[in-house]
């Protein structure tokens, strides 16, 4: 028997309606998603058209995300979020409640995004990070809780991010800190 003939009985179940309370709504997904074995959606989710994801990916309650959105494998959407339209985010990337992500918006492989400014200290309310239209964010970068990431602006890898960012910059380091946007870098994403 060859790869191609082998039934494969071990491929995780795909959930599509994660029914988390009594009261819950079905998630409403748009046209033509593709969703990978492994992942599950919430109830109380509403999707736009051609929202792709990566294998187990996990999309809790009260999230809303636009059209052309790439989830990719083992990403994490904590629910009370609000993501829009061509929105890619790679592997491994955790968005936690009270987030709010722009349009064509880039986040790199293991991003973390963050809400809580005290964990277990202090009883504060969350408040998650935004970004604005057209920010890319490189791998493994951290985005600390109310932050604010201009327009166009771009997160490099690794970078660290305690304050905001103002649009069209480069941030760099740990503490991230704002320069100039380099030539090759102005404009919008492509997405």
């Given at each position: 028997m060859t790869d191609s003939e082998k039934v494969y009985d071990s491929v995780p179940a795909t959930t599509v309606g994660y029914e988390y309370a009594d009261d819950t709504t079905p998630?409403?997904?748009?046209?033509?998603?593709?969703?990978?074995?492994?992942?599950?959606?919430?109830?109380?989710?509403e999707v736009g058209d051609r929202f792709v994801t990566g294998h187990h990916?996990?999309?809790?309650?009260?999230?809303?995300?636009?059209?052309?959105?790439l989830v990719g494998s083992q990403v994490v959407i904590d629910g009370e979020t609000t993501i829009g339209d061509g929105v890619s985010l790679q592997t491994g990337v955790y968005?936690?409640?009270?987030?709010?992500?722009?349009d064509d918006v880039f986040v790199g492989p293991n991003t973390v995004l963050t809400n809580d400014p005290y964990p277990l200290r202090q009883d504060v309310p969350l408040d998650g990070p935004v970004l604005k239209d057209d920010v890319s964010i490189g791998a493994n970068a951290t985005i600390l809780p109310s932050v604010t990431i201009g327009e166009g602006a771009f997160v490099a890898a690794g970078a660290i991010v305690t304050s905001d960012i103002p649009g069209e910059t480069l941030a760099i380091g740990s503490p991230a800190e704002p320069y100039p946007l380099p030539p090759e870098l102005e404009g919008g994403n492509d997405t």
């Open positions: 998630p409403v997904i748009g046209e033509d998603p593709i969703i990978r074995p492994g992942t599950i959606v919430y109830d109380d989710v990916a996990l999309v809790r309650e009260h999230t809303t995300i636009g059209d052309d959105v968005v936690p409640q009270e987030t709010k992500i722009h």
